[in-house]
């Protein structure tokens, strides 16, 4: 388990990249991924959300739930604790979640996976904490879509940013979540033509599953 300085060391890393990002009060396609994931959670839920931030996106769904929120960037994660009025935990996810099994009805997962380093740590670590059939969803970067393909052909990077560790496709997405949860669905978020093809127009996408 990380000690407190390397947790300080994230929180800062974390808090320059928002600020020199102009990420505060900002999350990608948040008019369609809160709606979506407040329609997907529903009322009456215990809902993990992990890497909150300020509460951007966590506000669509807040409401008629109980929410706890966690995230290395401390200033954002008290800003979301005093908007939304939920319960927020400075922690890092990439090798444990600080919760009880089986506390969770639901745990969201909004931009957050692509950023960890061990994928299937955290994963294991979500279908811990989920009930029986529990609800995980969320959303990453569609890493593959036809932009970026060209971008690598031009000799560019197939991403450009450095918080970045996990790339998707939908199929690969599919693949790491199968083995603990029973995907239900995987959607296009934001892309002009990404009804022509998900796969390749999609900028985002988003999946709910349940724990099998």
């Known amino acids: 388990m990380r000690d407190d300085s390397d947790l300080e060391r994230l929180r800062r890393f974390y808090r320059d990249h928002h600020e020199h990002g102009d990420r505060h009060d900002f999350t990608v396609s948040e008019d369609q991924r ?36 966690l995230d290395v ?34 745990v969201v997962a909004g931009e957050v996976i692509e950023h960890l380093p061990y994928l299937n740590v955290v994963l294991d670590e979500v279908a811990r904490v989920l009930v029986a059939a529990g609800l995980f969803i969320g959303s990453v970067p569609n890493a593959y879509n036809l932009k970026a393909r060209i971008n690598v052909l031009k000799g560019e990077e197939l991403d450009r940013d ?51």
């Open 34 to 69: 809160g709606p979506l994931f407040a329609e997907w959670i529903g009322r009456g839920k215990r809902v993990l959300d992990l890497g909150c931030r300020d509460g951007t996106l966590t506000r669509y769904f807040a409401r008629g739930n109980r929410v706890l929120g």
């Open 73 to 106: 960037d401390k200033e954002a994660l008290a800003q979301a604790a005093a908007r939304l009025g939920i319960e927020t935990r400075w922690a890092d996810v990439s090798l444990s979640i600080p919760a009880e099994d089986a506390a969770f009805d639901c």
């Open 162 to 212: 450095p918080t970045h560790l996990q790339f998707f496709s939908p199929s690969k997405l599919r693949r790491a979540l199968e083995p603990r949860f029973d995907v239900r669905e995987i959607s296009a978020v934001r892309g002009k033509w990404a009804w022509l093809s998900p796969t390749l127009f999609a900028r985002h996408i988003a999946w709910r599953a349940v724990k099998k």
